[in-house]
């Protein structure tokens, strides 16, 4: 039996700090400032999880992080498209067998499509056969 490489992958609360992350880019963020924008978002968690998260991003390699002073700055290591796709990938894998038919069909059955969207799509497909 073949070992699969090991892909990293965010939790969900990685992915709200990664998303700020990816907002400042080669700004760089603090965890305080971190905590503020979050805390602006409505998400309210203390010092110290932020910076667990970041540091489980920096681990995970999505994050690097330069010391200035006796402050972190964080930066992303990752492209917000990339990463999107990558995600995006996994979770149509996960969900819909890899099937794009299906996803699209599960929006369809609820008319959470509508025909501009439609539109859309068929525009796009037939510009990218």
Known sequence: MRKKSE??????????VLGILLDKG???LTVREACSILEAKGTKWATRTVS????RLEEKGFATHEKKGITNYYYPTVDRE????????????TFFGSSIKDF???????????EKDLDELKEWVNKNK
Do not use: C, N, P, Q
């Not at 892909?7 to 709200?16: D, H, I, N, P, Q």
């Not at 929006?107 to 509508?114: G, H, I, R, T």
């Open 7 to 16: 892909v990293k992958t965010a939790s969900k609360s990685e992915e709200k």
């Open 26 to 28: 080669d700004e760089g």
């Open 52 to 55: 667990t998260f970041l540091d």
């Open 82 to 93: 990339k990463y999107g796709v990558e995600e995006g990938k996994r979770f149509l894998e």
């Open 104 to 114: 699209v069909s599960a929006f369809a059955k609820d008319d959470e499509l509508s």
